[in-house]
């Protein structure tokens, strides 16, 4: 919770079928790694991943990716890039 910011709903940045590995990197130079999911199904998932590295190592480049289970298979994506923020309207004169 602490590395994505305590957000007051565990479940932000989260979407149900999903989990996701990310490298978080702290103000000391430490860097983290981040498997988790919505569900405990979804981390599972995601620790599979980290766990057989070498059957995934071409598809674990960055520092977020999205796992996703269907038919039985695991895949790895590109995490989505977040929505840009709203451009600020310029104040009445």
């Known amino acids: 919770a602490e590395a994505l910011g305590n957000p007051a709903d565990c479940t932000a940045g989260f979407e149900p079928g999903k989990g996701i590995i990310q490298l978080v990197s702290h103000a000391n130079g430490n860097v ?23 059957d995934y190592k071409d598809s674990l480049k960055g520092t977020k990716r999205v796992v996703e289970k269907k038919n039985n298979v695991l895949t790895v994506m590109e995490a989505a890039a977040p929505a840009p923020a709203p451009a600020a309207v310029p104040a009445a004169e």
Do not use: K
């Not at 199904?41 to 590295?53: E, F, L, M, P, S």
């Open 32 to 54: 983290a790694m981040l498997v988790a999911g919505y569900s405990a199904a979804d981390t599972r998932n995601a620790a599979q991943v980290v766990a057989n590295y070498q």
